[in-house]
C-alpha cells in the first residue's frame, strides 16, 4: 500500500509575521531553512527513501523540498502544480486574525489556530480545493501501487486533502488538524484514519 507523507513547507516572511500569503511567492526565512534542513535529518535518521518527491510551485515549498531532497539523499524533487495552496483573495497579505472583518460570521469558524474560513469574497472556493486534493491522489494511484512518496505543500491545501482522503467533514478536520511548518502528516489507509495522524511535529525535535 502506497504511504503518502505530506509536510507543509517551512516558514516564510509571511509566517514570521502572521501573514495571510496564499499565492504570496515569498522565500523562506532564516528559521524556515533550519526547519527544512531539521525535518531532512528526521528523515535521514529515520532512513526514508522516497520514490517521489513532489513540491507546491510556490517558492517556499520548492525551497523546503529541495533542502529535503538534498540533506537526506532524496531523489530531486519535481514540481506538482495541483500541490498549489488557496488563493486567500481579498484576505491575501492581511492577518490571520483579521478573517472576522472580512468575511461573514456564518463563513468562518474559530479553532486553535484562530479561525479557518470556507468562503470570503473572492477566495478560492474550498470545492475547487478539494477537487485538486482528488486529483492528487488519483494522480499517485495511477502511479504507485505501493512504496512512499512525500508532497510538499501548505497548511489549508493538507487539512482540505485530510478531508479528502478520509472522507471526514471538513468542518471536523479543522478542529482538529493544524500544521504548523514542516509538520508532516501520513496518510496510509483511506478506510482507517489513525488516532495520531502525524509523522512528524516540528515542536517535538
Known sequence: MLKIFLARHAQ???????????????????????????????FLKKQLRFNKVYASPLVRAKQTADI??????????????????????????????????????????????GYF???????????SVAERARLVISYLNQRFNDGMVLLVSHGVFAQVFYSVYYQIPLEQVVKKIHLNNTDVLLFQDPNKEPANPFYYKSSLF
Open 117 to 127: 474560513f470556507f468562503n470570503c469574497g473572492s477566495a478560492e472556493s474550498i470545492d
Open 12 to 42: 516564510d516572511q509571511d509566517n514570521a509575521l502572521d501573514i495571510i500569503n496564499g499565492l504570496r511567492d515569498l522565500p523562506l526565512s532564516s528559521l524556515g531553512v533550519l526547519q527544512a534542513k531539521k525535518l531532512a535529518r528526521f
Open 68 to 113: 529535503i531532497s538534498s540533506f537526506s539523499f532524496q531523489v530531486e524533487y519535481e514540481v506538482l502544480d495541483l500541490l498549489i495552496e488557496r488563493d486567500f483573495g481579498i484576505l491575501t497579505g492581511k492577518s490571520r486574525f483579521d478573517i472576522p472583518k472580512y468575511c461573514k460570521k456564518t463563513e468562518f469558524i474559530k479553532n486553535n489556530n
